[in-house]
């Protein structure tokens, strides 16, 4: 599909776009695919993220349909002058990859948090996930840092 043939139209997340954000975010965060992901796509993710801070909850529609979103919150820690946003997920369906789609949803999440007076922007992302941190880096993200994530299975730990 070319990029000219399509108008992208990003705007708040509606209660009807759930089941749509749902099924995509299924195809595109897959426990096989990502096999270390600390954080898991399931049912409640979108209902939550919608639920708690809607106005960070964004779609992408081309005619009407559910192309892509994105989806974040925000932080303020007491007795600091800093306010922070976590960019959760952003994903984008496979046809419409590499169009500028994700483009115009960070750029209208990033917006967003200005608007809310964020101070620092955060996101996270698989070490290996080269396309996502070359986007990120394109965005102005510094250099990414390793964390490293230890999980202790207490149903075994005790064995």
Known sequence: MSKN???VEIREMIIDDIPSVFHLGEKLFTPQDFPNLYRT???YE???????????CMVACIKERVVGF???YSVEKARSAWSYGHLVWLGVAEDYQRMGVAQKLFNRFRDKMEEDRIRILLIDTQAD???AIKFFKKQGFSDPTEHVYL???LDESRR
């Open 5 to 7: 043939n399509f108008e």
């Open 41 to 43: 796509w399931d049912e």
């Open 46 to 56: 979108v209902v939550s993220y919608f639920t708690n801070e809607p106005e960070l």
């Open 70 to 72: 994105v989806m974040g």
């Open 129 to 131: 996930n080269l396309a």
């Open 151 to 153: 999980a202790l299975n």
